[in-house]
C-alpha cells in the first residue's frame, strides 16, 4: 500500500458544484503540500499545511489539515472547467530536506 | 520567465540508447531535485542537490543513471543503456531552502521518455 492515499481517484462533476478530494497518510504529516498537474505537464503548487488544525484558501479551493488523523482534504468551491486536472497530494517526510512522498493522484473531471 | 524549465520536453529514443536530459531551475534556488512519474502514478523521488552536492538518491536510482549539477546551477539527468521500463515523465523541482526543510519545491514541465 502506498504511504500517501487519495480518494477519490478519479471525480466528475458539473460546473458549480463543490467536491472534496481526501489525502491520508499512513506516516506522521511534517508537511502536507497540495500540488496541481495538468494532464502531461509539470506540477503547480497550490498550498503547503505544516500545522494541525491548519486551514488555508487560495481562490476556491480550501485546504485543510487534521493532524490528529495524519489527513489532508482539499475542497473546491463552485468548481469551474479551469479546475480540471490532477490534484497530488505530498509528504515532506520530516527529512532534514524536503524529498516529497506523493499520493497517486485524484483526477478531477468538470463538466460544463 | 523566470520558472524552472526543462529540454527536451519530449525524447523518443531505441532501447540501448544513452540519453541526456537537462533541469534549469530558478535563479537562486539552492536545491534541486529530480522525479519520475509514470502513468495513474503521482512523482517518485529519485535525486537530490544542495547547490552542486548530490546529497542522496533513490533505490529507484539504478548504476544506469546519473546525475549531476555543476557550479550549483543546471542539472544534467543522463540514463544509459535505456530500457523499455524506464519510459516515464522526468521532473525536475528546484526550491530556496532557508533555515527548515519545508522549502516549496516549484516543478518545471517534464521531459517525456519514450524508449521503444
Known amino acids: 500500500s502506498q504511504e500517501l492515499e487519495q480518494s477519490p481517484q478519479s471525480l466528475i462533476v458539473q460546473e458549480g458544484k463543490n467536491l472534496t478530494i481526501n489525502c491520508t497518510s499512513s506516516k506522521t504529516l511534517y508537511g502536507l503540500y497540495w500540488y496541481k498537474q495538468k494532464y502531461g505537464e509539470g506540477l503547480i503548487f497550490l498550498m503547503m499545511l505544516q500545522k494541525g488544525g491548519e486551514e488555508k484558501s487560495h481562490e476556491k479551493i480550501t485546504a485543510k489539515l487534521d493532524e490528529k488523523k495524519q489527513q489532508s482534504s482539499l475542497h473546491i468551491t463552485a468548481s469551474q472547467p479551469s479546475h480540471a486536472g490532477i490534484y497530488l497530494c505530498g509528504n515532506a517526510g520530516g527529512t532534514s530536506y524536503g524529498k516529497l512522498t506523493f499520493g497517486q493522484g485524484t483526477i478531477l473531471t468538470v463538466h460544463p | 520567465d523566470t520558472g524552472v524549465s526543462q529540454n527536451p520536453r519530449h525524447k523518443i529514443t531505441k532501447r540501448g540508447q544513452n540519453v541526456t536530459f537537462r533541469c534549469d531551475p530558478i535563479?537562486?534556488?539552492?536545491?534541486l531535485y529530480w522525479y519520475r512519474q509514470t502513468l495513474g502514478q503521482g512523482p517518485e523521488f529519485l535525486t537530490y542537490f544542495q547547490n552542486e552536492a548530490q546529497l542522496e538518491k533513490s533505490r529507484l536510482l539504478s548504476d544506469r543513471f546519473s546525475a549531476e549539477r555543476p557550479k550549483g546551477s543546471f542539472s544534467t539527468l543522463e540514463i544509459q543503456r535505456t530500457e523499455q521500463g524506464d519510459s516515464a515523465m522526468y521532473l525536475c523541482?528546484?526550491?530556496?531552502?532557508?533555515?527548515?526543510?519545508?522549502?516549496?519545491?516549484?516543478f518545471g514541465p517534464g521531459t517525456r521518455l519514450t524508449v521503444l
Open positions: 535563479s537562486e534556488h539552492n536545491r
Open positions: 523541482a528546484s526550491s530556496l531552502a532557508l533555515a527548515d526543510w519545508t522549502d516549496t519545491q516549484y
